[in-house]
């Protein structure tokens, strides 16, 4: 039997720690937009954005097992998810965006991806919240 507490728990820090790093480094490189730096460090981000959005497949699945199914649930249960659903999609969404964009962003372009990726920072921040809530009240998963 798999112990997809277990699982769960350890696939979710990944797309979180990925995630906020990326986003760090896209922000930096725009701040250090002149220095070689820059290019390197929207580099690392890139590959940052693209390994969270494929942890998050993982942290997704091992969740939906061990609710079994249950995608909404009640309680910190219910606010987990109301942030974790629009933080995949949004993170899913931006590693696409990146992908197919790369380098050719127009400067409005990338401030809206910037600021998409704060919130889906937040969302997933918020949604790890709840999480350790949903551990640390002992109620699990219902």
Do not use: Q
């Not at 728990?9 to 070689?36: E, Q, R, W, Y």
Request: aromatic share 12%.
């Amino acid at each position: 039997m798999i112990p997809w507490d277990k699982l769960h728990g350890a696939m979710t820090h990944f797309p979180i720690a990925l995630l906020s790093f990326s986003t760090a480094c896209d922000f930096v490189s725009v701040t250090l937009n002149k220095l070689s730096i820059a290019r390197d460090l929207r580099i690392v981000s890139f590959y940052g954005l693209t390994f969270a959005a494929l942890a998050s497949l993982g942290a997704v699945i091992s969740g939906i097992a061990l609710t079994k199914g249950d995608l909404w649930g009640r309680g910190n249960f219910a606010w987990h998810h109301r942030f974790v659903w629009p933080a995949f999609a949004l993170l899913v969404a931006l590693a696409v965006w990146r992908l197919v964009a790369r380098e050719a962003m127009s400067r409005t372009g990338l401030w809206v991806y910037l600021i998409l990726m704060l919130l889906a920072s937040g969302l997933v921040a918020a949604a790890g919240y709840f999480g350790g809530e949903l551990l640390l009240s002992g109620g699990g998963v219902p």
